[in-house]
Nanobody, 114 residues
Framework: QVQLVESGGGLVQPGGSLRLSCAAS????????MGWYRQAPGKGRELVAT???????NYGDSVKGRFTISRDVAKNTVYLQMNSLIPEDTAVYYC????????WGQGTQVTVSS
C-alpha cells in the first residue's frame, strides 16, 4: 500500500521561509514524478512544483524564483523550500507521486500571516 506522509507546514510571517517534506513508502514504489500542489480556500488545486527522477523541474508561475523543489530518489522523499512567503501562499499543500497512477498525501496547512 502506497503512503505519502507530509511534514513541515505551519504558521509563518510574510517574508519568512518554510520547508516541506514528503516521504513515500510502499513495496516496489518508485515514482517517476513527485511534486507539490496546493489548494487555497474557495479555489481549485494548483500546481506548485514537480520533479522527475532525473531532476527535471517544473514550477507554477506564482512561485517561480521563490520556491525550490528537490528530491532524494534513494529515500523516495521530495522537499519544497519556500522562501519570501506571501499571504497568497496560504493553502493546504498536497504531496503528489506518479507511478502509473496518481497518489496523494493527506495535505499540510501553510499559513502566511502577520
Amino acid at each position: 500500500q502506497v503512503q505519502l506522509v507530509e511534514s513541515g507546514g505551519g504558521l509563518v510571517q510574510p517574508g519568512g521561509s518554510l520547508r516541506l517534506s514528503c516521504a513515500a513508502s510502499g513495496s516496489g514504489f518508485s515514482p517517476n514524478v513527485m511534486g507539490w500542489y496546493r489548494q487555497a480556500p474557495g479555489k481549485g488545486r494548483e500546481l506548485v512544483a514537480t520533479i522527475t527522477r532525473r531532476g527535471s523541474t517544473n514550477y507554477g508561475d506564482s512561485v517561480k524564483g521563490r520556491f525550490t523543489i528537490s528530491r532524494d530518489v534513494a529515500k523516495n522523499t521530495v522537499y519544497l523550500q519556500m522562501n519570501s512567503l506571501i499571504p497568497e501562499d496560504t493553502a493546504v499543500y498536497y504531496c503528489n507521486a506518479v507511478m502509473t497512477f496518481n497518489y496523494w498525501g493527506q495535505g499540510t496547512q501553510v499559513t502566511v500571516s502577520s
